[in-house]
């Protein structure tokens, strides 16, 4: 079973960055998708981005794309999003996921959106303020 710990967020102004962590553990391996989601105030929860682990591609949503980069850490493990140029659409709740079987990231990847229902680990979230 993989268990999520998430760190960073907080408040910024615009333009400024932020990267938020998730560090996994209790599991066996380092096969895996893992990814980031984020609720906006009144909106659904979306995904931002996804990374296969053991291969290290990447999937970003339109909204991110150019401003927000995922990478890893397979030593620790840990999972990073590195937010640049935030504005106050960025505002909201993130979140990070995980499935322990790479094969998650498919939907991602081949039809670039994210479904919630493909991980089953996830953190305890963390706020993202971004003021103008």
């Known amino acids: 079973q993989v268990k999520l710990t998430q760190s960073g967020g907080g408040s910024v102004q615009v333009g400024e960055s932020l990267r938020l962590s998730c560090a996994a553990s209790?599991?066996?391996?380092?096969?895996?998708?893992m990814g980031w989601f984020r609720q906006l105030p009144g909106k659904e929860r979306e995904g931002v981005a996804a990374t296969n682990t053991e291969v290290g591609t990447v999937y970003y949503a339109d909204s991110v794309k150019g401003r927000f980069s995922i990478s890893r850490d397979n030593t620790k493990p840990t999972v990073y999003l590195q937010m640049n140029n935030l504005n106050p659409d960025d505002t909201g709740m993130y979140y990070c996921?995980?499935?322990?079987?790479?094969?998650?990231?498919?939907?991602?990847?081949?039809?670039?959106?994210?479904?919630?229902?493909?991980?089953?680990?996830w953190g305890q979230g963390t706020l993202v303020t971004v003021s103008s």
């Open positions: 209790g599991y066996t391996g380092s096969r895996m998708c």
């Open positions: 996921a995980a499935r322990q079987n790479p094969r998650a990231c498919t939907t991602a990847f081949s039809k670039r959106t994210m479904r919630g229902t493909d991980f089953d680990s």
